[in-house]
């Protein structure tokens, strides 16, 4: 292998391990910006010992072993220097070294513990998702500043600013006790259907989907259910994450380019998640769950339950996001209300709604906004409109399948 191969490997694997890796470092030395920096540490010298010694049989486990001796090295130091200050008559203030042999509690997965420290109430909401997204989540600023609809030095920004406020504030790295866990809860659900979406529509790179990525948050998100079995929200994401993710090997063709829903072969949906969907979304309104997740879920199962494109019943999907948009308004939420209304009333009164977010500045490099319209023009013969929008969405498109496929389609309509 050459060394060039060996460093794409090497990224390939530090990508997937990631969050793990920076999870059981933070458990250690109790600071996410220290375990960000052993965690580089450990990527460094897979670096510089790969390329000659070649790629472990294990390299996740290699990755682990070398990050935790840097980790408890770091605390001893901490430890000898504590003794030092001591012995001088300093007195050491903050919270007490933990034990590098970790200590135990329920939740019974690393990724999932750190997502409650990142997801700790001294943090802004933008905060706790920017930080838990680009420790845990694996994702670039550039990628998260996309799932904001911000820029990559606002959330650059954001990210140092949250870790300076944890370390300053001597937060705890523990998970909650039960009586107080749900104030976290929505948090670290934002966090996960966040990465979720990332894997199942990858913002930027040249893979239109990450099945990983999309997995690790629905290991996650099943976690999360078990730890707090009453709460309807929660079951209400792992039912959407579960719809969605049953319609994945039908999202991408042979070539990995994207294949639009209409155009999906519905045999090739797994049917087994698509049960375990609507199981979870039962469940969900059992409890007497109408929240957001709820509620797209329920959009979802729209979808699955049709055998075939023209039994959907966007109607009702109209009507759910409707409801949506009146709980938990967002520019979205109405572009997706508008594609529905556009299914169920005629293309013209699904326009009328996305030309009224037009001006919208949250949503001025959000590609899908001009794609849409751009679908609607063609339904309504106005294909020089159409081309026009849909080469606008494919200079704002940061993955390369999706701009692939707009240029593509402003193409057909220009020639």
């Given at each position: 292998?050459?060394?060039?191969?060996?460093?794409?490997?090497?990224?390939?694997?530090?990508?997937?391990?990631?969050?793990?890796?920076?999870?059981?470092?933070?458990?250690i030395v109790r600071d996410v910006g220290v375990a960000e920096e052993l965690a580089q540490d450990a990527l460094v010298a897979a670096l510089e010992s790969w390329p000659a010694s070649g790629i472990p049989a294990n390299p996740a486990a290699w990755l682990v072993t070398t990050a935790k001796n840097r980790a408890v090295n770091h605390v001893q130091r901490a430890r000898m220097l504590e003794r030092k200050h001591t012995e001088i008559g300093h007195v050491q203030t903050g919270s007490e070294m933990p034990d590098?042999?970790?200590?135990?509690?329920?939740?019974?997965?690393?990724?999932?513990?750190?997502?409650?420290?990142?997801?700790?109430?001294?943090?802004?909401?933008?905060?706790?998702?920017?930080?838990?997204?680009?420790?845990?989540?694996?994702?670039?600023?550039?990628?998260?500043?996309r799932a904001f609809l911000s820029t990559e030095p606002t959330i650059a920004q954001r990210i140092v600013r949250a870790k300076k406020t944890l370390a300053e504030?001597?937060?705890?790295?523990?998970?909650?006790?039960?009586?107080?866990?749900?104030?976290?809860?929505?948090?670290?659900?934002?966090?996960?259907?966040?990465?979720?979406?990332?894997?199942?529509?990858?913002?930027?790179g040249d893979d239109a989907i990450r099945p990983a990525m999309m997995a690790d948050a629905m290991r996650l998100g099943h976690v999360l259910a078990s730890l707090v079995p009453d709460d309807a929200e929660v079951h209400g994401l792992c039912a959407l994450m579960d719809l969605h993710a049953s319609r994945a090997r039908a999202r991408v063709d042979a070539n990995g380019d994207p294949v639009l829903l209409l155009d999906q072969d519905r045999t090739s949906w797994d049917r087994m998640l698509i049960k375990r969907g609507l199981d979870e979304l039962?469940?969900?309104?059992?409890?007497?769950?109408?929240?957001?997740?709820?509620?797209?879920?329920?959009?979802?199962?729209?979808?699955?339950?049709?055998?075939?494109?023209?039994?959907?019943?966007?109607?009702?999907?109209?009507?759910?996001?409707?409801?949506?948009?009146?709980?938990?308004?967002?520019?979205?939420?109405?572009?997706?209300?508008?594609?529905?209304?556009?299914?169920?009333?005629?293309?013209?009164?699904?326009?009328?709604i996305i030309d009224a977010l037009?001006?919208?500045?949250?949503?001025?490099?959000?590609?899908?906004?001009?794609?849409?319209?751009?679908?609607?023009?063609?339904?309504?013969?106005?294909?020089?409109?159409?081309?026009?929008e849909f080469e606008r969405a494919a200079e704002l498109a940061g993955n390369a399948r999706d701009r692939a496929r707009l240029v593509a389609r402003a193409q057909a309509l220009r020639s």
């Open positions: 292998m050459t060394e060039h191969a060996t460093h794409d490997t090497i990224r390939t694997i530090v990508r997937l391990e990631w969050p793990k890796l920076v999870a059981i470092v933070t458990r590098p042999e970790l200590m135990i509690d329920d939740v019974g997965d690393e990724v999932l513990r750190l997502m409650f420290v990142a997801c700790h109430p001294v943090l802004s909401r933008d905060a706790r998702v920017s930080l838990t997204l680009r420790l845990l989540g694996g994702l670039t600023t550039d990628e998260i500043a504030a001597s937060v705890q790295f523990e998970v909650p006790p039960a009586s107080t866990r749900g104030e976290r809860v929505a948090s670290v659900c934002e966090v996960i259907y966040l990465v979720f979406n990332e894997g199942y529509a990858a913002s930027a039962a469940r969900a309104e059992a409890l007497g769950g109408g929240g957001p997740y709820v509620l797209q879920a329920a959009a979802s199962a729209c979808h699955a339950r049709a055998v075939v494109a023209a039994d959907t019943d966007w109607a009702q999907i109209a009507a759910i996001y409707a409801e949506l948009a009146r709980i938990r308004p967002s520019p979205v939420v109405e572009l997706n209300r508008a594609m529905a209304v556009a299914m169920a009333d005629g293309p013209a009164a699904g326009l009328a037009a001006g919208d500045p949250a949503l001025a490099r959000y590609h899908w906004l001009p794609s849409a319209r751009a679908d609607l023009l063609v339904k309504l013969g106005r294909t020089v409109e159409a081309a026009a």
